[in-house]
């Protein structure tokens, strides 16, 4: 018996888990692609809570970093970045539930070399930024092409690194709003979580009907914090299974895997993310629980585990997270 | 001569401070209000630059809080909040513009109590919010009906407070996002800064063709800060004169007085409203009087002046500014 | 009558605001220049309360950048930096009293050019530095040796800054701690805050025997948030009047003048700071007037005044007041 | 081969990481606890590189929280807490050192339950605290006594936690500042990061003569973070080696275990802590595999780890570690 048989997204499902239609989302179908979340476009795909889609997303940069150019941040233009591939309109969605959506791949999609980082001026996690804004001198800008395969990226003549895919971008549209594709919030977007990867189930909590589900911006791999603010960048091949989970109630993304059930946070300064993160798994712990909220707070004291998606977007994320074990 | 003849405003301005139409939008010219800075919808005025325009504004709560009611967010209804009118459409007005507002006068409007603040659960620079979000119990809500006019704030029986009215949310539409109404940001927004009164310009970014002027939220007065939230917030009559900086290419709201030049900053965490909105001055102050970045840097040391406008708002906004007497 | 006669200095004050005995703390006297505000030397004079005492304080380098040089930081040897002269033993001051400190003058002491300013490697509001650890090349340095008097600051041919000096540094050693002379914190120490200038009277939280008041660190005049990180900084003369106030419990910084009364905070983010100060005079204007907390909390959103000191050192201060006409 | 052999420890150590001579402090040889950082008290014990030193700790309630009491802040006296042991002398360390600590084991030490926390008022990730200072009530206050053995701890009925202890507190004394054993900074301290466990070393910056270890503060398991403020605190004994590496110039402390290498930053926000904790690993990989700075800040966005260790006292802390396969 896998592990999904017992996650909330069976267990509370519209699908029960269930694996419904197959859907294809190619970059032609997509056509135009979105650099906001919101509610202001035509869904590209409507499908039933089951749906397995296989969905083609760009990288980052939409592909118009080929090589490696001295000045990346001439071939790129603001606000145009980071484009998403959807929104996927989810029949019965409604303000108040949450889509679930279960990762089951990410290849990489492309010729070689398919994975690109670089150094952009006032961009990063170490750098003086648009809002961090000093006087210094930039840094200089730099790019870096890199092979990938699902066995690994080929960093350099003497290191190789894992092949850990994950989707940096994935959200719903929030009711009113329509923001920058580069932030994340309640509502996912741009959370650069490492966690976001095959093998776990997101569930997304849903502003507007249908749920508007966005994704795009896949990493092969990337640190905690996404250091330089540019992850190994690749076009990707993703497959995902769309659920609905009807009144979930969360107001912030929240993450299951086999072992473990997270939370995660956007905001600025740092310590905010990683409150929000832990406030909401002091709630549910208790709720699942029925511990007392101070009982769950002084469990998660002893076990809790935080991630450091993001430190360099325009609010940072944070997943705390319990091992399921622990929640009896 | 009055000090607008020197202004930026008016020697600058595509209508070089002269006054060209006279144009007035009502509550029911406005009809539909915006809980969105953006530009996805379409303007409810199309002007000249030099034109006068009369706005009427709504207060912060849509008027819906008419008593001294126990729960007032229990008459709310998140995120359709802080409604504002407009957008105006610049005839002219380009990205990489700077459409210069003076404001001429702001009036209460409508009966008596017509002065509202309240203390909202999660919302304050002193309670714990969504963001800065911890498991201490709220504090009980509550709501302050004011008499207000034009001679005075009636707070109290023993205070009466100046009558000292400003624009809280006034700016332009960002190129492709709709940001929420109660946050500010490059494009201006909710600032809530008392400098945003009668007798000041202030220049707001154009992003978009005709940039898309809103506003809302006049405050009868309001401490530095914004301490709980919620300013005396009053519907208004808010005469306005807009003209049109070619090319002028500030990136953040700038504001000019009989007496000072202002750059604001809209951030979280504080320090870096503050670092944006210094870096823009000595920049500007640098560009003004042919001194080095270096000198101007060490000149604001001995005489900027910051304003906090608002703790409590998505970003916190601070004003930095230099009297005009030392730009030489 | 002065307004002196009214204040909390005069009201509760052991020595009822009355001058007692004069002494003097010469550069020769003090000898030894202290670089931790801490319980750990010995007085170097002590008075009673009400004694009139005059003080003569180095600048923040110890009068060792004497012209203006290209590597300032060459002659500092860090962390022997912002001497103080003190500590005054103030007898019958006990942990839970306040001393109170009434600043009559300060005077530029010493040859011309007498202020000094300059830009140093990683220090500064507009610079990356050892907290905010960045990867950005840094500013070259820079000295500015400016001439001042009591009737101006000659910042350039083209610019004269007003003569307004005050105390950068000033406060009581903790219980336990010994701390830098470059960071504020609940004790005063190197606030930079231009209120503390002459005409004012600060109150300083006792956390030991004796208060042990330090001071120095005088500047000719500084703008908000002393943004490079350095004032005009000058060696100087100052006259101050001690009183102790039994029993006034404030937990950190009060600051009264003929119009205002102030409480400061010390913290980063800057916005803790903001909340201190605020916090702290919410609760005495409570206290004070009788209102609940609520209530403060709202009159303090309509009319409470914040001024920024610092935003360079290692915690930034910041300044929270009322008008006292509004204390009714 | 022990990966110790390959340690900077055996490899720079003036010990070469050989084990010398034996000592033991016992709550009796120690006597008089230390409640801050500094170079004002003298060493309880001196040894030469090589030491192997038995440190018997004090919980950091000093061992007063003996039950589950129902206001523990009344059975705790401010500033006297977090009790430290030391400090330990080693010869011919020198500022600009670095003094290596090998920690061989921790034990639980003293009378069932031996593990200790609590909720207190006005402490904790997610409460308003004396720094975000707000006006929301305080949670009741709380205590958990707990069974610890090395098996396990035994949290309820039904969850046993695995024993995974470490030393919340340990660092050397700053050169003139005596600073609290609450607090973390770059000379150590309450750093509460869990990596600070037997089977790693830590390198501690020495700023005075002798280096002056101190540490205290064990805890038996910790979550990421230390949510509430108190980890499971125990009286414990400790097995430390200690050796010297001269000149080894590390601003910041830097841990070593068998597969990673990190640094630990300490500031406020939390954003400054990761800064500091990547700035200095970005360098240290730099100099160590002869890759540009560019390089390391590239290599480490891909592959580099972040530990929240605790986002509760005076400085947050966050370690930042590459994997040591990596330094190629």
Not at 230 to 247: F, N, R
Not at 283 to 291: I, L, N
Request: hydrophobic share 40%.
């Amino acid at each position: 018996m896998s592990w999904f048989e017992t996650s909330i997204m069976n267990r509370k499902g519209v699908a029960k888990g269930a694996e419904g239609a197959r859907h294809k989302i190619t970059i032609e179908d997509q056509g135009t692609f979105h650099y906001v979340y919101g509610p202001y476009v035509d869904p590209v795909l409507e499908v039933e809570p089951g749906a397995v889609v296989t969905v083609e997303t760009h990288d980052a940069f939409e592909g118009k970093i080929k090589e490696e150019v001295p000045n990346p941040s001439e071939h790129l233009n603001f606000p145009f970045l980071n484009p998403q591939t959807g929104p996927i309109f989810v029949k019965g969605a409604e303000k108040g539930d949450a889509l679930a959506v279960k990762i089951i791949s990410i290849k990489p999609r492309g010729p070689q070399p398919v994975g690109t980082t670089c150094l952009l001026t006032e961009f990063g996690g170490l750098v003086a930024t648009g809002d961090t804004a000093l006087l210094n001198p930039p840094l200089p800008e730099k790019v870096k092409k890199i092979r990938v395969d699902e066995n690994g990226v080929y960093w350099s003549d003497t290191v190789t690194l894992p092949y850990e895919p994950f989707i940096g971008t994935i959200g719903t549209a929030p009711q009113i709003e329509a923001i920058s594709s580069l932030q994340p919030d309640y509502y996912g977007g741009n959370m650069d979580l490492p966690d976001v990867a095959p093998g776990s189930i997101i569930y997304l909590p849903v502003q507007t009907e249908g749920g508007f589900l966005y994704l795009g911006d896949c990493h092969a791999i990337q640190g905690d914090g996404e250091l330089c603010g540019v992850a190994l960048e690749m076009p990707a091949t993703v497959e995902l299974q769309v659920d609905l989970i009807k009144g979930h109630g969360n107001s912030w993304p929240q993450l299951e895997t086999e072992d473990r059930m997270m939370f995660i946070g956007s905001a600025r300064p740092m310590e905010d993310a990683a409150r929000i993160a832990y406030r909401e798994l002091v709630r549910w712990v208790a709720a699942e629980t029925g511990q007392s909220e101070a009982e769950a707070y002084m469990l998660l004291t002893m076990c809790g585990k935080v991630r450091l998606g993001n430190m360099v977007d325009p609010k940072y994320s944070i997943g705390a997270a319990i091992e399921k074990k622990y929640l009896t």
